[in-house]
Every structure is written in structure tokens, then in C-alpha cells.
């Protein structure tokens, strides 16, 4: 395929689409479909069929549109009309949307999604443009909406030199959580002597709760190939590897077709879009650990061996896949390219705030009314994120913290809810922007159990090459187990405190050196909530059960000490 | 090869472009904390005792997996790194069942050697206690996992010198452990050419020569009524 057999394709398939009265778009990702939305394509297709309505309405199968939590989600396309959504769709609804909206013109009020939303006006789709809009198991659907367009401009037009001072100028960091300025990454790699170079999509995604990259590899996988083709290009690559957690079987899938599909059209391959320039990329999948989220754990289980990492430097753009040159990203940041290509640095910074453009992804949990993926411009407010994207806290409670990076990053308390969401922000606070996890939490939740939480999850993932975080972890989650049971003294509470310092200072990978984080963000900002469960022995967020007592006060006469792992006896009242 | 100029502790020293930090520093007869390190064998930079402060940058740095580089200011025994390290020496005695009083080694310890250099006389942390077997199948050797302090040097001699990669890691974090083959008793691994290395380069009692470990020791008596019977009685059996 050349640029012009790739305009006709779009232009068919703009016009394919046009010739539908109407078409009915139903999600068909991960969060959908496990709250039923195949029953519903089904329920709308039969109701077309029933209708004799299959000629001019089609039944679309996309990704995913955002409010996760309202769910399965149906949007109503009629040309020369906005778009209507509706929400918590089943096949009953269904049926009705075909018998009254589709026939008769009458949106079916109950379920629809107000369009004025804050949830939907305050967001910025750039990665996710096409996420909810698009088949992504339809090649012909991307490229009708400009897909490898930025491939075939950057082929013809742009020097490899180019393409990566464009990315340096649009300044755009990578979405991986750590934030190193994309361009000169790719750039680097461009000038490391190799005789063969590898490009790495990092779809790791390891952080619990979060699923952005499962949602762009789901609803828009050409997005993600385009950019990697195009980093490949600029960084002298053939070959690139996508590496997928084994938890995703359908973006797996998606991706593996899609590959297939490009290929057979000449997008990936040979001669790409009939150029000197050949690439091919392969999907390797994960076998869930989260520590092959960090680069040179995830290229060791790319070659086979042990997911763990190795000191660096070497970084991988000079010693990587197999001692080659290899550009690894994240599967958020090669979806940004496509559209820097196209729209020119300048629009892209014109974004965000000075240090950080663009946009970014974040994926809503907690205790908030409305939980979903979002896209929103870089500088947003964290109160806009919660009280207006979210629509605030159910049941009066009020907003606590918001943890932000998973277990590598912190929590941020209510103080702080006017802080702009960027890199440097967030950083200052003691948290960081991570890959886009954003958590939030009511009075009810105790910070000193979510610190639990994730050292737990910290020393299950610990892949047990360095003894800091091997046994360091363990020793602090002993110790948060007796903070949060009633246990602790607060010599336990030093102890915790100096081993924060120990294993961020020491361990060898970014999992341990971050490990800490949201022990030392929530002490610097709930210091006396820890205390009380000391001092008082009383949770103050009523969420820990406190019925335990220090080792020590068992006896007053001796003095025991804990040991062995020893508990002491429940209090007796 | 070039050689490159830098500061360690104040002084002024060169050493050749390419090597490690921790074999120049070795060169320069400065005592560095190791437990992973073998030299012959590859660096891996895990036990993480061998950390220094450089100049200029937050992190620490292992000196075994950091080459000299010109103009490096280092620092080798700060009170902060002396601290980490006997940190890390307790989070290893409290990690598995180190009671040196019933270990073969005991004396000729790696990991008890360290801790008494480095000022490590107790234990904070709480014993971990883990319940670990021991694999008794080879016929020349014994494993005994309570001992293992995970520093892969067994692998990596097994792998890199003797070519046959018996030894290999299962499980993750603090539940790792050291296999053989694939996870089979020792003494069952078709690869295991039976050479002793890992034995050798083991920094603890974790791998020993079978009849050396405790409790393998057995006394014989029988010697005593043999010569009483031979002087009382000249009867010597010589059968
Ligand atoms: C423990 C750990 C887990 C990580 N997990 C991921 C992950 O799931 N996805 C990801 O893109 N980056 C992850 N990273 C960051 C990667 O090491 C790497 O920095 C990133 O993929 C680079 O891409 P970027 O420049 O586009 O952000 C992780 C890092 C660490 C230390
Ligand atoms: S910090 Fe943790 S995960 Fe990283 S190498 Fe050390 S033990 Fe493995
Ligand atoms: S058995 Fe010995 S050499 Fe092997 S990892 Fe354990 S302590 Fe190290």
C-alpha cells in the first residue's frame, strides 16, 4: 500500500460509514463487557433485524468511552446530530434505543448521559481520540479517521533527525510513570552505534487498579503500532516488541490482529507504505509480575530469562535487547505520536503547563461517584478531577487523600486539592504522577492501613535480587501490621522510619527505591493518625481493628520481647 | 588502556579506564563490605553492601557494577554507608535461620565475618523464622536452604565456569530460593557433573561437604574394648 491507496481506503470507508442512517456504537472493553455489553450488541442487533432496520443502521463493537462504572455503554451516532451516550444499557434498554431512538428520532431519556457532562467536558481526548469512536478490529475504521497518515508524512517528509527534534520540541515525557523527555530518549537511541536496534512498547501495566494501556491497547492498537513504526524509523529499529502482562488476553488478541492486518497491507513489514523502511513487530506476553514493568527486568523476560532487573547504567539505549541499542516506552507515550506528527510540536505544547505538555490518562477509583478512564490536559486541578470530572464523594463523606503512582507513589490530602496535576507538582508533594492510577479516599479510609496495603503489595512483587527490599519490605509490613493492629510501641515507628530510608537509598530497581513512597508521604501528612493508633490505641478512621497489644505490656515485671514473629494475646477488656 | 584520575576518600587516585570501582578501590587496599562478589565471577550488585555515596548525586552507588570514570569524587565509609550497611547485615540474619553457634562454617562464615567487622552485634528486626528444608540427596554434597543468603554466586560459578547451570532461582521476593535442575532434589540432576564449585565459592554455610555438617559427626568407641581385650587378654582381632 502507498500514501494514495491509503487516502482511497480512508475515503471508502468514510463513505461506507455515511451510508448508515444510523450507527450504534456499543463498548466492548474490559469493564464493559464484564458488566454484559455482548448481551446488548446482541439484544440491538436482533432488534434491527426484527425491524428490518440492517441495511441502514450498523451495530459497532468499540473501545472504551470513559464512565467505566455506568457501564455497558452505547453511544447513538446520527449524521448532523451530536452524539448521544447512554449509560447502564441492558438488552431491554437495548431495544428500546432501536425502537424509539433509532425509529422514531426520541432519545430514550432515562439513560442518557447528559452531553454537558463535566465528566466529558473537562476531559481532552488526544491519545484516547479514537478510543469509543472507532472498531478497533477494523483496520479500514483508523485509517478513515487519519490513521498512518503521521507514518506515511514522517516516511516522506521527515529526516529520522526530524521526527525526534520534533518530539524535543512538542515536549513531550514519558507516560511510564518516571517522565524522561521522550525525544531526547529517542534520540539517544538514533545515535548509539548498532547494527541492530529494537523498539519496546511497555504494556506491563503492573500497578493495581490502573488500566490505561489496557484500554489503549483495546480500543485503538493501530494508534499504538503507528507509533512505534514511527520510532522505529527515527531510531534506525526493524524490529519491535510489544510487551503485553499476561492479564490482558484481549488486548494480546487485539494487538496480534491488528499486526496481522497491517501487515497484509503494507503498513508494517517489508517496504513499509512502499519505502526503504522495514519493521516488524512482535507481541510477547507477561507472566504477571509487576517488577517486568521495569525496563531491564521487562527485556530480561523479553529474552526468555528472568524477569529481574540489572543495575544501570548501561541504560538500554546503548546495551539493551540481546546488547543492542533498544527505545523502550510506554504504550501511552507511543500513542501520543500520531497526533504530534500530524498537528506539529507547537500544538501539542500549547497544552499542559510548562514543564509538562500534553495530556494524560488517568484511571478513577475509589470513593467517588463516578469511576472510569479519563484524559485530561496536563495543569488540571486535582478538586476539578474529583469534585467535577468525578462528581465528588457519594454519601456526604468527606474527601481524605488522593493516592496517586500506586505503590510508587503517595497520597495527597485535601490541602493540596488546588494543586495543578503535573510532573513537578506532584513530585513537590511527595507523590508522583506515575502511570495514571489516581485513587481516592473518604474519612473512612486510614492511611496508615493504605500504607499497609501497598507495602504488602511492594513485598509480594519484590523480585528478591537485592536484600533491601527482599527482607527490608517485609520488615516494614511487620511493622504497619502492628501500627494498624494495636501492637506497635513507638520504637516500632522509628524502626519504620529508618527502614524507609534504607530501602529507597539502596535498593538496586526503581520497585524498592519507590517502595517507601507511600509509607513516607502519608507519615509526612498523617503523622498523628499513626500515632493515635500508638499512643491511644485507636483508629481514628474506625477502619483498623485494634485488638492487639505491645509484646512488652503483656508482663510488666519482665520485659519480652517480640520475637519470632511472636503475636501477642488479644487485650482482654 | 587510559587511565582515569579521581578522588576517593579525599585522596587523589588513578586507576585504568573499564574497571570496576570495587577492584580499584581493592587495588587500593581500602576494605570493602562484599557478599555477592566473587572475583572470576560476574557482578550482579544485589547484597548491596559495597554501596558508596559519589559526589554530585543523591544515589548510592554498588562499587562492583560502577566503572571508574575521570573526576569521580567517592566516598567509601561515611557514617551513613557504615549504618546501611550493618542495616542490611541485620535484614540478612533476621531473614533466614542464621545461628552461627550450630553451623558448619561457623568461624569460616562470609556473612558472620561481615557482621562482625561492620559493628553488627544484634538484631532489630524481627526473625523471620522461615520453615526451609534441606536437600541431603547428592552423595557428596548437602544444601541447606536456611543458611542461603540468595547471593547467586552457586549459580553463577555453576553457569559461568563449570558450564553446566545447575543451579537456577524459583519464586520471587523473600520466598526465592535457590533450585536444582528444574526444581528437583540435587542429588537427581542429570547436569550436575558433581565438581564441587559452587561448594567452594558458597560465602556460608548454605553448601558443605556432606559428613562435615553438624550432627553428621559419629564417634567411635569400639577402639577401647578392642585394646583392653588385646592387653588383657592378648587376643588382637584382626579380622
Ligand atoms: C517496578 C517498576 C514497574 C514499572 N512498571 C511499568 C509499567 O507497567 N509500564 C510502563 O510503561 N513503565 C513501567 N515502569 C517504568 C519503566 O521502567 C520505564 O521507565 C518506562 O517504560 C519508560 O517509558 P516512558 O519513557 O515512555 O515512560 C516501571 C518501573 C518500575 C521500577
Ligand atoms: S529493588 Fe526489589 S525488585 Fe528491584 S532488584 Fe531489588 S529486590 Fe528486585
Ligand atoms: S547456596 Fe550459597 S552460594 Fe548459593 S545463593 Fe545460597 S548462599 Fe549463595
Given at each position: 500500500m502507498n500514501r494514495v491507496e491509503l487516502q482511497n481506503m480512508a475515503q471508502a470507508e468514510t463513505e461506507r460509514q455515511n451510508a448508515f442512517r444510523c450507527r450504534l456504537l456499543c463498548c466492548a472493553s474490559t469493564p464493559c463487557l464484564s458488566s454484559g455489553s455482548t448481551a446488548v450488541s446482541e439484544a440491538m442487533k436482533q432488534a434491527l433485524t426484527d425491524g428490518n432496520l440492517d441495511a441502514e443502521v450498523e451495530v459497532v463493537a468499540t473501545g472504551c468511552m470513559g464512565p467505566c462504572s455506568r457501564g455497558p455503554l452505547v453511544t447513538v451516532k446520527m449524521p448532523g446530530q451530536e452524539d448521544v451516550v447512554y449509560e447502564k444499557v441492558t438488552p431491554e434498554v437495548a431495544k428500546e434505543?432501536?425502537?424509539?431512538?433509532?425509529?422514531?428520532?426520541?432519545?430514550?431519556?432515562?439513560?442518557?448521559?447528559?452531553a454537558d457532562m463535566p465528566f466529558f467536558v473537562k476531559q481532552k481526548k488526544v491519545v484516547l481520540a479514537n478510543s469509543g469512536q472507532i472498531d478497533p478490529e477494523r483496520l479500514e475504521d483508523y485509517v478513515a479517521r487519519g490513521g498512518y497518515a503521521a507514518l506515511a508524512h514522517a516516511l516522506r517528509e521527515m529526516t529520522p533527525e526530524e521526527v525526534c527534534a520534533t518530539l524535543t520540541k512538542s515536549g513531550l515525557r514519558g507516560r511510564?510513570?518516571?517522565?524522561?523527555?521522550?525525544?531526547?530518549?529517542?534520540?539517544?537511541v538514533r545515535k548509539s552505534e548498532g547494527d541492530k536496534k529494537y523498539v519496546v512498547a511497555n504494556g506491563d501495566e503492573g500497578d493495581p487498579g490502573a488500566y490505561m494501556d489496557r484500554t489503549m491497547m483495546e480500543s485503538d492498537p493501530h494508534r499504538l503500532l503507528e507509533g512505534m513504526a514511527i520510532a522505529g524509523y527515527a531510531v534506525g529499529a526493524d524490529q519491535g516488541y510489544l510487551y503485553v502482562r499476561g492479564e490482558y488476553p484481549i488486548a494480546a488478541q487485539r494487538l496480534q490482529r491488528a499486526i496481522r492486518a497491517a501487515e497484509r497491507r503494507g503498513l508494517l513489514g517489508s517496504r513499509v507504505l512502499e519505502s526503504n523502511f522495514n519493521f516488524r513487530i512482535d507481541v510477547r506476553i507477561g507472566a504477571g509480575a509487576f517488577v517486568c514493568g521495569e525496563e531491564t527486568a521487562l527485556m530480561a523476560s523479553i529474552m526468555g530469562r528472568r524477569g529481574q532487573p540489572v543495575p544501570r547504567p548501561p541504560y538500554p539505549s546503548e546495551r539493551g535487547l540481546w546488547g543492542k541499542p533498544t527505545l523502550i516506552n510506554n504504550v501511552e507515550t507511543y500513542g501520543s505520536i500520531a497526533p504530534i506528527i500530524l498537528n506539529g510540536p507547537?500544538?501539542?505544547?500549547?497544552?499542559?503547563?510548562?514543564?509538562?505538555?500534553?495530556?494524560?490518562?488517568?484511571?478513577?477509583?475509589?470513593?467517588?461517584?463516578?469511576?472510569?478512564?479519563?484524559?485530561?490536559?496536563?495543569?488540571?486541578?486535582?478538586?476539578?478531577?474529583v469534585y467535577d470530572i468525578a462528581n465528588g464523594i457519594p454519601d456526604g463523606y468527606a474527601f481524605k487523600a488522593a493516592q496517586t503512582g500506586g505503590p510508587s507513589g503517595?497520597?495527597?490530602?485535601?490541602?493540596?486539592?488546588?494543586?495543578?496535576?503535573?510532573?513537578?507538582?506532584?513530585?513537590?508533594?511527595?507523590?508522583?504522577?506515575?502511570?495514571?492510577?489516581?485513587?481516592?479516599?473518604?474519612?473512612?479510609?486510614?492511611?496508615?492501613?493504605?500504607?499497609?496495603?501497598?507495602?504488602?503489595?511492594?513485598?509480594?512483587?519484590?523480585?528478591?535480587?537485592?536484600?533491601?527490599?527482599?527482607?527490608?519490605?517485609?520488615?516494614?509490613?511487620?511493622?504497619?501490621?502492628?501500627?494498624?493492629?494495636?501492637?506497635?510501641?513507638?520504637?516500632?515507628?522509628?524502626?519504620l522510619e529508618e527502614l524507609c530510608v534504607l530501602v529507597r537509598d539502596t535498593s538496586l530497581c526503581g520497585l524498592g527505591q519507590n517502595a517507601p513512597n507511600p509509607v513516607i508521604s502519608t507519615l509526612r501528612y498523617f503523622r498523628e493518625e499513626y500515632e493515635a493508633h500508638i499512643k491511644e490505641r485507636r483508629c481514628p478512621a474506625g477502619a483498623c481493628e485494634m485488638n492487639r497489644i505491645p509484646v512488652q505490656e503483656l508482663n510488666t515485671n519482665s520485659r519480652v520481647y517480640s520475637q519470632n514473629g511472636a503475636q501477642a494475646e488479644p487485650a482482654q477488656a | 588502556?587510559?587511565?582515569?584520575?579521581?578522588?576517593?576518600?579525599?585522596?587523589?587516585?588513578?586507576?585504568?579506564?573499564?574497571?570496576?570501582?570495587?577492584?580499584?578501590?581493592?587495588?587500593?587496599?581500602?576494605?570493602?563490605?562484599?557478599?555477592?562478589?566473587?572475583?572470576?565471577?560476574?557482578?550482579?550488585?544485589?547484597?548491596?553492601?559495597?554501596?558508596?555515596?559519589l559526589q554530585g548525586s543523591k544515589r548510592l552507588f554498588a562499587a562492583c557494577v560502577t566503572p571508574v570514570q575521570e573526576g569521580m569524587v567517592v566516598y567509601t565509609h561515611t557514617e551513613r554507608l557504615n549504618n546501611y550497611r550493618r542495616m542490611i547485615l541485620e535484614l540478612l540474619f533476621a531473614e533466614r535461620n542464621h545461628v552461627c553457634a550450630v553451623c558448619v562454617q561457623n568461624g569460616h562464615c562470609e556473612l558472620q565475618t561481615q557482621a562482625a567487622k561492620n559493628g553488627m552485634d544484634s538484631v532489630r528486626y524481627d526473625y523471620l523464622v522461615p520453615d526451609l528444608p534441606m536437600d541431603a540427596s547428592h552423595e557428596r554434597y548437602v544444601l541447606d536452604h536456611n543458611r542461603c543468603i540468595l547471593c547467586t554466586r552457586c549459580v553463577r560459578v555453576c553457569d559461568e565456569i563449570e558450564g553446566a547451570h545447575v543451579w537456577d532461582l524459583m519464586g520471587r521476593g523473600v520466598?526465592?530460593?535457590?533450585?536444582?535442575?528444574?526444581?528437583?532434589?540435587?542429588?537427581?540432576?542429570?547436569?550436575?557433573?558433581?565438581?564441587?564449585?559452587?561448594?567452594?565459592?558458597?560465602?556460608?554455610?548454605?553448601l558443605t561437604l556432606r559428613g562435615s555438617t553438624v550432627a553428621e559427626m559419629e564417634k567411635q568407641h569400639d577402639f577401647l574394648k578392642w585394646i583392653l581385650t588385646g592387653r588383657e587378654k592378648k587376643q588382637w582381632d584382626y579380622s
Open positions: 434505543i432501536v425502537a424509539k431512538h433509532v425509529t422514531q428520532s426520541k432519545p430514550v431519556s432515562e439513560n442518557v448521559l447528559p511510564g510513570g518516571a517522565g524522561y523527555p521522550t525525544g531526547i530518549k529517542w534520540d539517544l507547537e500544538w501539542f505544547s500549547g497544552i499542559g503547563t510548562e514543564k509538562s505538555k500534553g495530556t494524560k490518562i488517568f484511571a478513577l477509583a475509589g470513593n467517588i461517584d463516578t469511576t472510569g478512564l479519563i484524559e485530561v490536559p496536563m495543569g488540571i486541578t486535582l478538586r476539578e478531577i503517595g497520597c495527597i490530602p485535601s490541602q493540596f486539592l488546588d494543586t495543578p496535576v503535573d510532573y513537578e507538582s506532584l513530585g513537590a508533594l511527595g507523590s508522583i504522577m506515575g502511570s495514571g492510577g489516581l485513587v481516592v479516599m473518604d474519612e473512612r479510609s486510614c492511611m496508615a492501613d493504605v500504607a499497609k496495603y501497598f507495602i504488602e503489595f511492594c513485598m509480594d512483587e519484590s523480585c528478591g535480587k537485592c536484600v533491601p527490599c527482599r527482607v527490608g519490605t517485609v520488615q516494614m509490613h511487620r511493622l504497619l501490621e502492628r501500627i494498624t493492629d494495636g501492637s506497635a510501641t513507638f520504637e516500632d515507628l522509628e524502626t | 588502556m587510559p587511565v582515569v584520575t579521581l578522588t576517593v576518600n579525599d585522596e587523589l587516585v588513578s586507576g585504568q579506564s573499564g574497571q570496576s570501582l570495587l577492584s580499584l578501590l581493592k587495588e587500593l587496599g581500602i576494605e570493602m563490605p562484599t557478599l555477592c562478589h566473587l572475583e572470576g565471577l560476574s557482578d550482579r550488585g544485589g547484597c548491596r553492601l559495597c554501596m558508596v555515596e520466598n526465592s530460593r535457590v533450585i536444582a535442575g528444574l526444581n528437583q532434589p540435587w542429588g537427581d540432576s542429570d547436569s550436575c557433573t558433581k565438581c564441587g564449585k559452587c561448594v567452594q565459592v558458597c560465602p556460608t554455610g548454605a
